[in-house]
C-alpha cells in the first residue's frame, strides 16, 4: 500500500473509529454476557439450551469472560443465543494521525538528544531553538518514510 493509500485508509478508519473513542463504555463487573442474560430473565440452563451447551458451562463462560481469558468465537455465540451481535473492536486513545506523530516525536527526541550529547561532547552545544528546528525537521523525515520504521526500536 502506497503512502497516499494509507493515508487514506488511516483517515476512514479514523472515521469510523472517532465516535468509539468518546464512548465511557465500561463493562460489568462480572462480565457482559450475564449482565445481559439477567437483564432478559434468562436462566444458565435456558442460555446453555440455546447455545447447544451442557448448563455447567455458562457459569464457566461468564467466569472466563469476566476474567478475560475466553475465546471471541464462544462470546459471539453467546451473544447470537441471546439475540445479541458481539462487538470487538480496537479503539485508539487519539487519532492514528497523532499516534503515528507521537511516536515520530519519540525516535526524534531519541536521535536529537544523541546529537545533543555529541555535540556537547566536543564543546560544541546546540541552541534549544536549533535542536527543536531539527527536531521538527527529522518528525517530517520519518513521517515522510514508511511507518513501519517508526516502530522498529533502536
Aim: aromatic fraction near 4%; glycine fraction near 2%.
Amino acid at each position: 500500500m502506497d503512502k497516499k493509500q494509507a493515508a487514506l485508509a488511516r483517515k476512514q478508519l479514523e472515521r469510523r473509529l472517532a465516535p468509539l473513542r468518546d464512548l465511557q463504555l465500561a463493562a460489568p463487573p462480572r462480565g457482559w454476557m450475564r449482565a445481559i442474560r439477567e437483564a432478559l430473565g434468562m436462566s444458565t440452563r435456558q442460555l446453555a439450551a440455546r447455545m447447544k451447551a451442557a448448563p455447567s458451562r455458562i457459569p464457566a463462560i461468564e467466569k472466563a469472560e469476566a476474567s478475560g481469558a475466553t475465546t471471541i468465537k464462544t462470546l459471539r455465540e453467546a451473544a447470537a443465543a441471546m439475540n445479541c451481535t458481539f462487538v470487538y473492536a480496537f479503539v485508539p486513545t487519539k487519532p492514528l494521525d497523532d499516534i503515528l506523530r507521537d511516536r515520530a516525536a519519540q525516535k526524534a527526541g531519541q536521535n536529537i538528544a544523541r546529537l545533543d550529547h555529541t555535540m556537547r561532547l566536543e564543546n560544541q552545544p546546540l541552541l534549544r531553538s536549533d535542536l527543536d528546528d531539527e527536531q521538527r525537521r527529522m518528525i517530517d523525515l520519518i513521517l515522510a518514510n514508511s511507518p513501519r520504521s517508526i516502530w522498529e526500536d533502536d
